[in-house]
């Protein structure tokens, strides 16, 4: 397959240029300008579109049919242009073989799951899956890790007040302990947490996650008089990754604002895509890109921030992320559309922008995959 006249952005490889993308079977092959089309090579014209690696969202939801979040991957993910999403959660220790059979193992979307250190997963919008303390379950969740070796890259832990119940400091020391036996890095779920932003990123080592990052609740990365805490400033230096992780009621554009006034850039933009935001505000992971780059982001910047960054997050950074010759064939093309848009995050605050990216198309190991037919 041969992506002709596209814009390549590739950060990673510090390229931002005219190319032409070449793929053979399942993997990339070639860059150039001005390729040749080979006899029998299937041909994507990319003329007016940028072409990107295959997209990261390091945050969504997708155990369709099992947790109340679920939606389906490979139309909401896949046919918005992201090649892989990281499932942060949405099973645990007691879900997690239906997840893999039933979802992971049929979908197109490639899918990297973090696995709940509460057993049950996210099930049940009554129950929060910490409120119990016997689901906190070290043993099941590293017992379930060995035995899907191949696939879980990270743990989750939810600390919000209403789904941690009084059990925020043993599920956080239990995922903690669950992560260093298992290698493998955990990710917070953040805002209104019943214990203090400062004592949760003091337990988290270098590769950890803080997700919902610039949530506008209680326990955030700002102090009463807007600026980001020396904690948040520690952490980061320390190599604690901070992701947007947007979601429902998890992103503020006035901390987005204040943060990156003074310097304070997420590692990864994730969507957290799930079934209580997919008709707005997230829609995609283009649009959370789209409202990076109207809050002064560079399209440079917010591509490696959902390609190479989270590419390196889940350990396959150099096969994912990237289309260097020999990388995993996965591309997506983005348009940008000029022309009034408008820009809601997760506390109703509407922002006025002039240009979106448009998910254009993607290639999943190979195979083209045609945008889905969403106007909005
Ligand atoms: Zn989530």
């Not at 850039?265 to 997230?282: A, C, E, F, K, Q």
Request: proline share 5%; charged share 25%; glycine share 12%.
């Amino acid at each position: 397959m041969l992506i002709r006249g596209g814009t390549v952005v590739d950060p990673g490889q510090g390229l931002h240029a005219r190319r032409d993308v070449r793929l053979d079977v399942d993997r990339i092959i070639e860059l150039g300008d001005g390729l040749t089309p080979r006899p029998g090579e299937a041909v994507v014209d990319a003329r007016d579109r940028l072409v990107l690696p295959g997209l990261i969202d390091l945050h969504v939801h997708v155990f369709w049919g099992a947790s109340h979040y679920g939606i389906e991957p490979d139309p909401h993910c896949l046919g918005t242009g992201t090649t892989t999403v990281v499932d942060a959660g949405s099973a645990g220790a007691h879900t997690f073989a239906a997840f893999r059979r039933y979802v992971i193992d049929v979908s197109a979307t490639r899918i990297v799951p973090f696995l709940n250190i509460g057993a049950t997963g996210m099930v049940s919008p009554a129950v929060g899956e910490l409120e119990e303390v016997r689901h906190i379950d070290r043993a099941a969740a590293l017992r379930t890790i060995e035995a899907h070796r191949d696939l879980i890259r990270g743990i989750k832990v939810r600390l919000s007040r209403d789904l941690v119940g009084a059990n925020a400091r043993v599920a956080l020391k239990t995922a903690r302990e669950a992560g260093e036996a298992a290698g493998l890095p955990i990710m917070i779920h953040v805002g209104d947490t019943p214990i203090p932003l400062a004592e949760i990123l003091s337990e988290l080592r270098p590769g950890d996650v803080i997700t919902h990052c610039y949530h506008g609740r209680k326990e955030g990365i700002l102090d009463d008089r807007g600026t980001v805490t020396q904690a948040a400033r520690r952490a980061a230096a320390r190599g604690v990754l901070f992701d947007v992780g947007h979601g429902k009621g998890s992103f503020s554009f006035q901390v987005a604002r204040r943060a990156l006034a003074q310097g304070f850039r997420p590692g990864t933009i994730s969507s957290d895509l799930h079934v209580y935001n997919l008709d707005g505000p997230v829609f995609d992971l283009a649009t959370t890109m789209s409202k990076f780059l109207h809050l002064g982001l560079s399209l440079d910047e917010v591509v490696a921030m959902t390609t190479g960054a989270p590419a390196q997050l889940i350990g396959h950074d150099g096969a994912l992320g990237t289309l260097r010759p020999g990388a995993v064939g996965d591309v997506t093309l983005l348009a940008v559309q000029e022309g009034p848009v408008t820009f809601e995050d997760a506390m109703g605050e509407r922002l006025a922008g002039t240009r979106r990216l448009v998910p254009s198309g993607a290639v999943r190991a190979g195979r083209w995959v045609p945008p889905k037919a969403a106007e909005r």
